[in-house]
C-alpha cells in the first residue's frame, strides 16, 4: 500500500514545456524545448546572450505567443490563459518600480487586482518586506533606496502574491559583484525558505553551479544538456558544455583501447593517457579530453617522478600570473598546444620557459565525442 501520510509528492513535471518553438518572422529564438520544472525546485537556464532564455521566460509569463508546443503549469495547460490569471512572479533585470510610488504601493500592486480587505493588503506586504530584509520601509521611494535594496523590493513585489512559479530574467547582473553574490544568497535562501518553484535566467556560471537544483544548459533556441550542477560540471557531455562551464582544457585524442578500469587515449603529443570512464568508446574513435584548469599538478621536471597509475606529460611554461591565492600558468606542449592549469600555491612558483611535467588524475579526464 502506498503510504500517503505526510506532504502530498512533489510534481516532476510542475512546469512543463512540450515542444516549445518560437520564431520571430525568419529569427528562431526557441528551436525546440522540452523542458520539466519540478515543484519546489530553482532551476536555471543557462547559456550565452541570444540563445533563447528570456524568450522562454517570456512565453510562461504570457508576453509572447509560442509559434508551436504546449505549456502547462501545475497540469493545466496555459497557452490561452491570459496574463493576470497565471499567478505568476516576476522580476527582470531592470528591477522596474514605479519610480513614483512609494515602497508600500510598488509591493502591494499586484495584490491591488485581488479585491483583498486593506488591513490584509497591509499584513502581506509588511510580511514581504521582512522577508527580504527590510522591514518598514513602505512610506519611502524607490530612489530613496540603494540598488541592492531596490531589486529587494522587486523579490518582495514578487513573492508577496504567493506566486505558482518565479520567474527571475538575470534579475542581479545590474548590481555590482558584491552586491550580487549578497543578493544571490538573498535569493537562494529565500527560494528555499519558501519553496516556491523557481526559473532563474542567468549568462553567470558561478551563479547558475552555487543555487541551482537543476542546471539547463541552452544553445541556439537548444538545450544541450539539464542535470544537476555537480553533474553538467563534472560530467559536460560537449565541448560546448565543457568550455561555457569553468576553465576547461581540451586535449584531442584517439581511443587506443580499454580494459575495466580505464580507457587509453593517445594525445597529439603521442603520450597516451588514461580516463576512468566507461562508454561506448571503441578504438579509434576520436574524442577530446576534458580536464579543469585545477585538475592538473605542476612539477619540475628535472626531478619529478610521477605517482602510481597517473597520467603525465612534458611542458614549458609561457605565461604565469600571480593571482594571490593562486597561480594561473600557461604551459606549452611539445605539439605546441597550450594548457592553462591553476595551481594552489604551495612551495614553488614557475617562471616562464621552466621544463615542467604535468601531473592529472585519470579520474580528472573526462571524455567527449570530438566535434
Ligand atoms: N521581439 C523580438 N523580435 C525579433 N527577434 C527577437 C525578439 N525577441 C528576441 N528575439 C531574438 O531571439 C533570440 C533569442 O533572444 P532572447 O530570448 O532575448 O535571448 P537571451 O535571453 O538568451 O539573451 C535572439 O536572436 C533575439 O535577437
Ligand atoms: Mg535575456
Not at 526559473?199 to 541551482?212: C, G, K, N, P, Y
Request: with cysteine; charged share 30%; net charge negative.
Amino acid at each position: 500500500m502506498e503510504n500517503t501520510v505526510g506532504k502530498k509528492d512533489k510534481d516532476p513535471k510542475f512546469v512543463h514545456f512540450r515542444g516549445i518553438v518560437k520564431r520571430f518572422g525568419s529569427v528562431t529564438a526557441v528551436e525546440k524545448m522540452d523542458l520539466d520544472i519540478p515543484e519546489g525546485s530553482l532551476v536555471t537556464l543557462l547559456g550565452p546572450s541570444g540563445c533563447g532564455k528570456t524568450t522562454l521566460l517570456r512565453m510562461l509569463a504570457g508576453l509572447e505567443e509560442p509559434t508551436d508546443g504546449d505549456i502547462f503549469v501545475n497540469g493545466k495547460r496555459i497557452n490561452d490563459t491570459p496574463i493576470h490569471q497565471r499567478n505568476l512572479g516576476m522580476i527582470f533585470q531592470n528591477y522596474a518600480l514605479f519610480p513614483h510610488k512609494s515602497i508600500f504601493d510598488n509591493v502591494a500592486f499586484g495584490l491591488k487586482y485581488r479585491s483583498m480587505p486593506r488591513a490584509q493588503i497591509k499584513e502581506k506586504v509588511k510580511r514581504a518586506l521582512e522577508m527580504v530584509r527590510l522591514p518598514g520601509v513602505e512610506n519611502r521611494k524607490p530612489a530613496q533606496l540603494s540598488g541592492g535594496q531596490q531589486q529587494r523590493i522587486a523579490l518582495a513585489r514578487a513573492i508577496v502574491i504567493e506566486p505558482d512559479v518565479l520567474l527571475m530574467d538575470e534579475p542581479l547582473s545590474a548590481l555590482d559583484e558584491n552586491l550580487r553574490e549578497d543578493m544571490r544568497r538573498e535569493v537562494d535562501n529565500l527560494q528555499r525558505m519558501l519553496g516556491v518553484t523557481t526559473i532563474f535566467v542567468t549568462h553567470d556560471q558561478r551563479e547558475a553551479l552555487s543555487m541551482s537544483d537543476k542546471i539547463v544548459v541552452m544553445r541556439d533556441g537548444l538545450t544541450l544538456q539539464e542535470g544537476a550542477p555537480e553533474e553538467v560540471y563534472n560530467r559536460p557531455a560537449n565541448h560546448f558544455v565543457a568550455d561555457f562551464l569553468g576553465h576547461s582544457n581540451f586535449l584531442p585524442g584517439e581511443i587506443v583501447d580499454q580494459d575495466e578500469e580505464n580507457i587509453r587515449v593517445k594525445i597529439e603529443t603521442g603520450d597516451v593517457l588514461l580516463a576512468k570512464q566507461r562508454g561506448a568508446w571503441k578504438k579509434g574513435d576520436a574524442v577530446e579530453i576534458v580536464v579543469r584548469a585545477q585538475r592538473f599538478e605542476v612539477h619540475r621536471k628535472k626531478d619529478f617522478a610521477p605517482d602510481e597509475g597517473m597520467n603525465h606529460f612534458a611542458g614549458r611554461i609561457k605565461d604565469r600570473s600571480y593571482m594571490g591565492g593562486e597561480v594561473s600558468y600557461f604551459i606549452e606542449l611539445p605539439s605546441e598546444r597550450e594548457i592553462h592549469v591553476i595551481s594552489m600555491m604551495r612551495t614553488h612558483t614557475y617562471d616562464y620557459g621552466d621544463d615542467v611535467s604535468v601531473q592529472v588524475s585519470p579520474y580528472h579526464c573526462h571524455l567527449i565525442t570530438a566535434e
